[in-house]
């Protein structure tokens, strides 16, 4: 397009296409308004949980229904989310507890929590008959390799209320 600036990364050096330099892929590009648009590999997941009636027990909680992960670098099977580079990542998440119950959510940095929130939802009158939600965000640097999980203090209910999702700013 006219006005852009375009960047593009060889796939394969060893390649015999273009003068042995491998087939081209356009990664960026910079609009002449200034919009930048990046390739689909650039790290982002969002899943949610799937289990109607009770996503399950205090713990990790593992959102099996993926509904983005550009990259492959969210986990379903074990709740993670894992930095491919050094880089600043926001990551949101929420949890719904059942109805009655108290709820607690927080973020885990390689297994350490690090930041939390909590709703107790109790009125007034002294029951709890609604459901109750935490949900926090978080800015974070992290180095390759670190994981970052969403952590339940309480028995929470599933069926798509409960979230998790993340990518890397830059």
């Not at 002449?32 to 899943?47: D, E, M, Q, R, Y």
Request: overall charge neutral; glycine content about 14%; hydrophobic content about 35%.
């Amino acid at each position: 397009a006219p006005g852009a600036l375009v960047f593009y990364t060889s796939a394969n050096v060893d390649a015999t296409d273009n003068g042995g330099e491998g087939a081209w892929a356009e990664r960026m590009r910079i609009a002449s308004s200034g919009i930048v648009t990046k390739s689909n590999l650039h790290p982002a997941f969002s899943a949610v949980s799937s289990t109607a009636g009770g996503q399950g027990l205090a713990g990790v909680q593992i959102f099996a229904t993926v509904t983005n992960n550009q990259g492959s670098h969210y986990n379903a099977s074990n709740g993670k989310f894992t930095a491919p580079v050094n880089g600043v990542y926001h990551f949101a998440g929420q949890i719904l507890s059942t109805a009655g119950n108290y709820i607690r959510c927080d973020f885990q940095l390689n297994g350490t929590s690090i930041r939390w929130g909590e709703n107790t939802h109790v009125p007034s009158g002294g029951s709890q008959t609604n459901y109750a939600y935490s949900g926090l965000g978080l800015t974070i640097v992290l180095a390759a390799n670190d994981y970052i999980n969403l952590h339940s203090g309480y028995t929470n209910y599933g069926s798509g209320y409960s979230f998790f999702s993340g990518h890397l700013v830059g």
